[in-house]
T-cell receptor, first 116, second 114 residues
Framework: DAGVIQSPRHEVTEMGQEVTLRCKPISGHDYLFWYRQTMMRGLELLIYFNNNVPIDDSGMPEDRFSAKMPNASFSTLKIQPSEPRDSAVYFC???FGQGRRYNEQFFGPGTRLTVL | GESVGLHLPTLSVQEGDNSIINCAYSNSASDYFIWYKQESGKGPQFIIDIRSNMDKRQGQRVTVLLNKTVKHLSLQIAATQPGDSAVYFCAENVYGGSQGNLIFGKGTKLSVKP
């Protein structure tokens, strides 16, 4: 398996522009997580899905952020409009739940976003 | 592994020595813990996990110790190698919380001197 795939790996954009980050989870995994990592705040959970359904989006900073999972093999995180304070590394992770109590999360390589 | 704002706690060790990385957690309801390793420019990678019904678990060159009394977790790396240089995160899962949800600590940077 290729692992969790994220694209793009790097994104540089200007303030006010729309940014879309993409994730392909590991095949067969039923949980998908979006995280944001900064030096100041560390690794923060933004939202996670179970069987394509959003379960907890309490970590989404504000209405400018939205995430979708139209099918089991694809998810997007969108920021519109983007602001300089959104600059961070965004990670996608997936795991296999299926009733298991303890689920190891597998992380993608991340997307480094810079908003000028 | 406690956060110190802009700067990560750093542990510097000599190649071949043993390393001990510590993590304090705050929720006594946490029942599952994971250590992740993050190398520069990469995503976190699973190292080892432990459930709250255990106090020690060993892997290849790594050992995790759990002290529920003081809510403390540690990762021991034997014979530390340059390839072990990375940021190490502990993560916890709260019993009764959302399945699959992990809370991550701020991380500790391990630097291995050749």
């Amino acid at each position: 398996d290729a692992g969790v795939i994220q694209s793009p790996r790097h994104e540089v954009t200007e303030m006010g522009q729309e940014v879309t980050l993409r994730c392909k989870p590991i095949s067969g995994h039923d949980y998908l997580f979006w995280y944001r990592q900064t030096m100041m705040r560390g690794l923060e959970l933004l939202i996670y899905f179970n069987n394509n359904v959003p379960i907890d989006d309490s970590g989404m900073p504000e209405d400018r952020f939205s995430a979708k999972m139209p099918n089991a093999s694809f998810s997007t995180l969108k920021i519109q409009p983007s602001e300089p304070r959104d600059s961070a590394v965004y990670f996608c992770a997936s795991s296999f739940g299926q009733g298991r109590r303890y689920n190891e999360q597998f992380f993608g390589p991340g997307t480094r976003l810079t908003v000028l | 592994g406690e956060s110190v704002g802009l700067h990560l706690p750093t542990l510097s060790v000599q190649e071949g020595d043993n390393s001990i990385i510590n993590c304090a957690y705050s929720n006594s309801a946490s029942d599952y813990f994971i250590w992740y390793k993050q190398e520069s420019g990469k995503g976190p990678q699973f190292i080892i996990d432990i459930r709250s019904n255990m106090d020690k678990r060993q892997g290849q060159r790594v050992t995790v110790l759990l002290n529920k009394t003081v809510k403390h977790l540690s990762l021991q790396i034997a014979a530390t190698q340059p390839g072990d240089s990375a940021v190490y995160f502990c993560a916890e899962n709260v019993y009764g919380g959302s399945q699959g949800n992990l809370i991550f600590g701020k991380g500790t940077k391990l630097s291995v001197k050749p």
